[in-house]
């Protein structure tokens, strides 16, 4: 069982920076992927940033260059910097873990076992 708790959320003005904490709890293996989701509303829940293990990162196009997903040496927590934030960076952001065997980090929200309870963003003109 790996419980999951986001924090550092807020609000932000435009060109702003903010980093995301997710505090990781229960057995991480070493085939676990961790992952960075955002729901804004009326939307669906699209991926945003990825690690596996091997310390392979993946990110969504829009973020990419802004964002950066990091995690500490003991897989104690996982961090994603956002850099140069848009008004559409505005979300719930949620933190996300599963067992991977694959060499990309799987990007369907769907197939994550699971969940933190997200922490807001909210990036103001």
């Known amino acids: 069982q790996v419980q999951l708790v986001e924090s550092g959320g807020g609000l932000v003005q435009v060109g702003g920076s903010l980093r995301l904490s997710c505090a990781i709890s229960g057995r991480i293996l070493s085939n676990y992927v961790l992952t960075w989701f955002r729901q804004a509303p009326g939307k669906e829940r699209e991926f945003v940033a990825g690690?596996?293990?091997?310390?392979?990162?993946h990110y969504a196009d829009s973020v990419k260059g802004r964002f950066t997903v990091s995690r500490d040496s003991s897989w104690n927590t996982l961090y994603l910097q956002m850099n140069i934030l848009e008004s559409e960076d505005t979300a719930v952001y949620y933190c996300?873990?599963?067992?991977?065997?694959?060499?990309?980090?799987?990007?369907?929200?769907?197939?994550?076992?699971?969940w933190g309870r997200g922490t807001q963003v909210t990036v103001s003109l």
């Open positions: 690690i596996k293990w091997t310390n392979t990162t």
């Open positions: 996300a873990a599963r067992t991977s065997y694959l060499t990309s980090v799987p990007t369907t929200a769907t197939t994550y076992n699971y």
